[in-house]
């Protein structure tokens, strides 16, 4: 029976062999490795990757598509919003008895509506996380790897790169996709850089969030005061706009301020 994809789970199907092809060469799977795929939907990523892995772990939200995955014999299906997944304790019990500490490698063509979500919720899992390749809106990836001082460079931009080393590997247009989306899409290869500044994620967050809620303003009247309101007594140029500043002075200036 054909499945109708459900707008309310932001459902388009990937279904270009080609694209499915070029994703599993950057994903490289290698046969034992512990990978988890977020969203696989009518399976065209999963097959394929399973094939390499010889096992799986799937999160699948749609329960009718959670029900024809559990017919797969190498597949293990978690049927959850991927938001309350603790991946932490997933990677914990994917480890072998009595043996070293996994990582998880994460996979997945991620829902466009919430894919900002899912991104913050896994940056809380870093630690256990060995890479991430997802399918995404073009426009985002864009916001992701940009540089300072252009358009897309924002709050999404310095919360990841202070933690990832990203790169887009793969532009997909609509039409590999059943329904076509009527955006670009695109796949980002993230990698967890070994040694970040330890920030505290909560106040990078709440920094950024000040320094980019007028973009358009100079720093002094977002940031300014947040640093006026903590007694800030160090130096930061607050005599530019927040898309001026590069990731490795927000990340000092919260140190500073924790």
Not at 142 to 149: F, I, L, N
């Amino acid at each position: 029976m054909k499945h109708i994809p459900r707008k309310r789970f932001g459902q388009h199907f990937l279904s270009d062999g080609s694209i499915i092809e070029a994703i599993v060469q950057a994903i490289a799977p290698q046969p034992g490795q512990p990978m988890v795929e977020i969203g696989p939907g009518l399976a065209a990523l999963t097959q394929p990757l399973v094939e390499r892995l010889g096992h799986l772990t799937v999160i699948e939200l749609d329960r009718d598509l959670a029900a024809r995955l559990r017919l797969h014999g190498q597949l293990e299906v978690i049927e959850s919003d991927v938001l309350k997944v603790d991946f932490t304790a997933l990677a914990a019990r994917m480890a072998p008895p009595a043996g070293p500490p996994v990582k998880l490698r994460v996979v997945g063509n991620l829902p466009y509506n919430i894919s900002t979500p899912i991104l913050f919720h896994l940056l809380g899992h870093v630690q256990a996380i060995e890479d991430q390749h997802f399918m995404l809106q073009k426009e985002v990836i864009d916001r992701m790897v940009a540089a300072p001082s252009t358009s897309d460079y924002g709050r999404l931009s310095v919360m990841l790169q202070w933690r990832y080393a990203m790169e887009n590997v793969l532009f997909v247009p609509p039409e590999s996709f059943d329904p076509p989306p009527r955006v670009d899409s695109a796949v980002v290869r993230m990698v967890p850089r070994a040694h970040p500044a330890p920030v505290p994620v909560a106040l990078l967050e709440e920094l950024v969030q000040v320094a980019f809620s007028q973009r358009r303003k100079l720093l002094r009247h977002t940031l300014g005061r947040w640093l006026e309101a903590r007694q800030f007594a160090g130096h930061f140029d607050t005599q530019r706009r927040a898309e001026e500043v590069p990731v490795s002075e927000y990340v000092a200036l919260a140190l500073e301020c924790s």
